[in-house]
């Protein structure tokens, strides 16, 4: 018998129960009708649960964050990540993991950017849906957040971001969208924020229109952790359970608003049979390692522990960390010489307690960590020296903190900048400090620490190779350094199986596979947003609407650091022969197709990226945009067909007018590259307008726009921005 069988049988209180959590990780059981609990646990890069009565985090494998996964450009891997991190939450008899993170990194201030995949909304969703069907084959759910428009962490709680439907839709709702349809997701969380003034959790039409309307989720929508404000009009908006619990306290408010008749019971019956299903969906996997009447308090036993397979997950997270690893320069310097005489100076903390994960709810205690040092120093022997070169205060949870006593700043880098004279090249691993990237607080500029900064720049102006080595959870400033470095790779923050993943790039056993997710900026004033960011008054506006990331820099033609999709490798790639074929005019399905082939002597991997440019809209769309990919790998000589298809979807925008997703009829670019800047063939296509009207409306025909004000979401639909929501 399904559980949703249960529904009749349930009192209005026990309903109104199910609809808030029992304490911080625990929904609430029925034991009148055998009801379990479920079991939600924090992710999304590692889980995060605990045991015994001083609630001691349990070890679980510390894979790459959202942001370095994505950087590895492959949905195989990424799915196999999420495999395992399914199978670690079923050892430890979680049911829901709390992840992936979807939300579009609109500026690189963002504090939480290390737990999102990228700029680009398409790529954000390929990861999600990869994340959560590797997830979900393991018997656990997983739960998608936060929806939506969670693109800052100063003010989360209560800031209201106003945006315009159209760029709602084509940027900050497009993965949520994606993994619905694609991977159905067993839960979804909303967002902290306001949109268009209302809460998130209390936005009906995010949440039932749009949500369950438009897109035909049948899932759970869970709130973040205290962003419920008003428990009754979250229940009638379409939020279902309510985290954490309240000790009965909305449950109270529930039952009595529908006896006051000032809530449907139905909506009531909608979310408690929701919440029912997530029970039954979790139930043939609760009674696998922990009973379903296990609360905090209890210890996991040794079986438990040593279900974790916790030897071949670590070589995964080694495996996902090199492919995530992105070489940016290179003056052919690397890769090192492992069995050479060259003299190897590695300076800096981070090589000795790497930053590995961010900081917040998404921190987990690895099972083990292989450090930069003892990696290169394996590798290399007496060839390898070290030195700190700037002083490490609190690093991530596998070791609150370095020795206390450190000599100052300045020795340090004066020992370093010594030792590193002496050497043949020097290896330099810096990067940002926890508290950069870390829930609940943005950064102020994109500078590395200043005693880094300073440190490097006495490294470059050594005649001495300089590699440097980038740990950092999004985009950094590399000034005044950058010209002199031979080098530079970036790591994100790769897990705790950096440090081998790192001596194998390093030295040549493996070719650097990642590529960039983010653009990196020559400056901070040269980023989207930041004019606003982040907000006044309560309020922060989306004024630079679609131009999102490379959409910003292409449309104002702008210079960069790095751009989106960029990366090296150790050896060459061509494009040859670009084709496109209509396989549907009128539904705008075409095939592109081109040859890739390695013109280096080494094997070694590259990203085909296709991109849709439509440049004679009637209304202002990015220059290109990101609609496919493939990642292929080629031993020296080989070559491969490349083909990816592209839908009606791909060339459309979303029309406030029509009120729908529409395609434009005429002619649209093409281009296969190697990042968004680095386009190696272009074509031309003509594709007829699809002016369908069986196409659903986006928007009321009262509420189109009928002069020119900034327009936001409200409750029901678009409001002005800044008037109150209805």
Known sequence: MSLVDLLPALTLAEKASLLSGDGDWWTQAVPRLGLPAVELGDGPHGLRTETGVDMVWVPSTCFPTLSALAATWDRDLVREVGAA???????????????????????????RNFEYPSEDPWLTGDVAVAYVTGVQSAGVGACVKHFAANNQETERTRISVEVDERTLRE???VAFERVVHDAEPWALMCSYNRIGGTYASAHRWLLTTVLREEWGYEGVVVSDWDAVHDKVA?????????????????????VAAVQAGTLDEADVDRAARRVLHLVDRARPGAGVVRASGHRPGDELTADQLTMLDADAHHELARRAATASLTLVRNSGVLPLDPDGSDRVALIGGYARLPRIQGGGSAGVRPTRVDTPLEAMRAALGDRLDFAEGYPVGETDYYQEQAPAALPSAGQLADEAVALAARADVTVAVVGLPLAADSEAA???DLALPADQVALLTRLAALD??????VQAGSAVTMDPWHDGAAAVLLTGLAGQGVGGALADVLLGA????GRLTETYPLALDDTPGVVGFPGERGHVVYGEGVFVGYRWYDVLDRAVRYPFGYGLSYTSFAYDDLQLDVLDAAAGRV?????????????GSDVVQVYVGDPSSAVHRPVRELKGYAKVALEPGGSTRVAVDLTGRDFSYVDAVCGRWRREGGQFVVSVG?????????AVIELPDDPDPTLPRLVRDDAVPTEAVPWAVGTDGPVRAGAPAT
């Open 442 to 444: 943005d950064r102020s």
């Open 591 to 603: 095939r592109c197709a081109v040859t890739v082939t390695n013109i280096g002597t080494r094997r």
């Open 510 to 513: 493996a070719d650097p596979g």
């Open 85 to 111: 991190l399914g199978a670690e939450a079923a050892a430890m008899g979680v049911h829901l993991v709390l992840g992936p993170g979807v939300n579009i990194k609109r500026t690189p201030l963002c504090g």
């Open 234 to 254: 979250t229940v009638r908006a379409g939020l279902d359970l309510e985290m954490p619990g309240t000790q009965g306290r909305t449950d109270a408010q529930v």
């Open 464 to 469: 001495v190779p300089l590699v440097v080595v």
């Open 674 to 682: 190697s990042s968004s800047r680095d386009l190696r063939a272009s």
């Open 171 to 173: 940027l900050y709702l």
